[in-house]
């Protein structure tokens, strides 16, 4: 079975400044998907970014990068120019690439951000 | 932009109760799950669905739990006989097939059960 760790369950930043979320994962598949989702005080999930497991290059969306290193099943969220609007639960979350397959979460890390 | 609606918002019910919550998946899409989230905890898979018929399902959808798309659009779970600890926010997802695999989520149904 598939397993999602989040380390940090709370982290704070001053806006402007760079966070890195930690995640990583176990699992027996050679090919999957990650991703990170956000949930803010709305409770709606939104995505932030997804990684195809066979792409060594890092996924990046505006202001959000990731750093997925395979072999040490990692794949971390960093979060440049942060803004009050990015305060909110961020699960990362794992899916194998075949089928029907659900997404496995991690406990999530709640940010905030300071002005 | 497509989106996933959910229906209701939020819902009280009586413990024993039956409830039916509602989903309109991404009209393209053929694949529909539900999840849900007791409050502060983590996301949970329960249910995954395609053509017609159950694909997957957790430990937690048991046979209080059933899925059942009545028609093109819709995609409902029904818990038969609510119980204080089904209150959570259940949320409905789709994806597409052939290579899209990004589920995109519905706002959620806050369940509520006294």
């Known amino acids: 079975a598939q397993t999602v760790t989040q380390s940090q369950p709370e982290m704070s930043v001053q806006e402007a400044e760079t966070v890195t979320l930690s995640c990583t994962y176990d699992?027996?598949?050679?090919?999957?998907?990650l991703f990170w989702y956000k949930q803010p005080p709305s409770r709606q999930m939104i995505l932030v970014i997804r990684?195809?497991?066979?792409?060594?290059q890092n996924a990046t969306e505006n202001r959000f990068s990731v750093n997925f290193q395979k072999a040490a099943k990692s794949f971390s969220l960093k979060i440049s120019d942060s803004q009050l609007g990015d305060t909110a639960m961020y699960f990362c979350?794992?899916?194998?690439?075949?089928?029907?397959?659900?997404?496995?979460f991690g406990k999530g890390t709640r940010l905030s951000v300071i002005a | 932009e497509p989106e996933v609606t959910q229906t209701p918002s939020h819902q009280v019910t009586q413990m024993g109760q039956e409830v039916i919550l509602h989903c309109v998946p991404i009209?393209?899409?053929?694949?529909f799950y539900w999840y849900r989230q007791i409050l502060g905890q983590k996301v949970e898979f329960l249910v995954s669905?395609?053509?017609?018929?159950?694909?997957?399902k957790s430990e937690i959808f048991d046979d209080q739990f059933s899925v059942e798309r009545p028609d093109g659009s819709n995609f409902t779970l029904k818990i038969r006989s609510t119980k204080l600890e089904d209150s959570a926010m259940y949320f409905c997802?789709?994806?597409?097939?052939?290579?899209?695999?990004?589920?995109?989520f519905g706002p959620g149904t806050r369940l509520t059960v006294l």
């Open positions: 997802a789709s994806r597409t097939t052939g290579g899209q695999d990004t589920q995109y």
């Open positions: 699992t027996s598949e050679s090919n999957y998907y």
């Open positions: 990684q195809e497991a066979y792409k060594q």
């Open positions: 979350a794992f899916m194998k690439h075949r089928g029907n397959t659900p997404l496995v």
């Open positions: 009209s393209n899409h053929l694949y």
């Open positions: 669905f395609y053509n017609n018929e159950i694909s997957e």
